[in-house]
């Protein structure tokens, strides 16, 4: 996988610890996109590739990137790998995982020890996608485009719920 946006350079980088992880968090790339912010994704794993990690985690914000989401699933330390190296936000996902349902990712990510903080979003889907919307208010604090694109597509959402419920 590469950046999705090839004109801009990224602003956040969309990681995950596996390719089983893409079905989940391409959720949060499609809420990027909906938006206009420009992102990159990558399979990083601090289990299977930690030098890649490191690598990854080190020179994030030199190559400019605001916020880094990590997704990760089971014993998911990804998350807090990643802001144990990177002075960026950095917004985690549970991956629902086959055997625990992904309480086992909810809590590996949620827990961690003071001074390096995850921002943890729920488990599966819905995360995701509010990790994108949450990686683009952040954004939206300094960049009025981004704001602006985020207050239209909350007003759409908002138009979007209907008063009285349907009958089947
Ligand atoms: N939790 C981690 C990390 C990590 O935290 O570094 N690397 C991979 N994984 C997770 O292992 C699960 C199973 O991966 P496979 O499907 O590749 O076996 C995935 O949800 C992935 O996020």
Redesign the pocket.
């Known amino acids: 996988m590469s950046s999705k946006s090839p004109k801009a350079e990224p602003l956040v980088g969309v990681i995950?610890?596996?390719?089983?992880?893409w079905q989940i968090m391409r959720k949060a790339a499609e809420a990027l996109e909906e938006l206009g912010v420009a992102y990159e994704t990558r399979i990083v794993?601090?289990?299977?590739t930690p030098g890649r990690?490191y690598e990854y985690a080190n020179n994030a914000q030199a190559r400019g990137l605001k916020i880094i989401i990590a997704?990760?699933?089971?014993?998911?330390?990804?998350p807090g790998?990643t802001a144990s190296m990177t002075n960026l936000p950095v917004i985690g996902v549970p991956?629902q995982?086959k055997t625990l349902k992904g309480l086992d990712?909810l809590l590996?990510i949620v827990q961690m020890p003071a001074g390096v903080p995850v921002a943890t979003v729920a488990i599966g889907e819905a995360g995701a996608a509010n990790a994108g919307l949450l990686a683009a208010s952040i954004l939206a604090l300094s960049d009025a485009d981004v704001a602006k694109r985020l207050a239209d597509w909350r007003a759409r959402q908002t138009a979007a719920v209907g008063e009285t419920p349907k009958s089947d």
């Open positions: 995950m610890g596996s390719q089983s992880d794993s601090a289990h299977r990690l997704g990760a699933g089971g014993a998911a330390h990804l790998m991956i995982s990712s590996s």
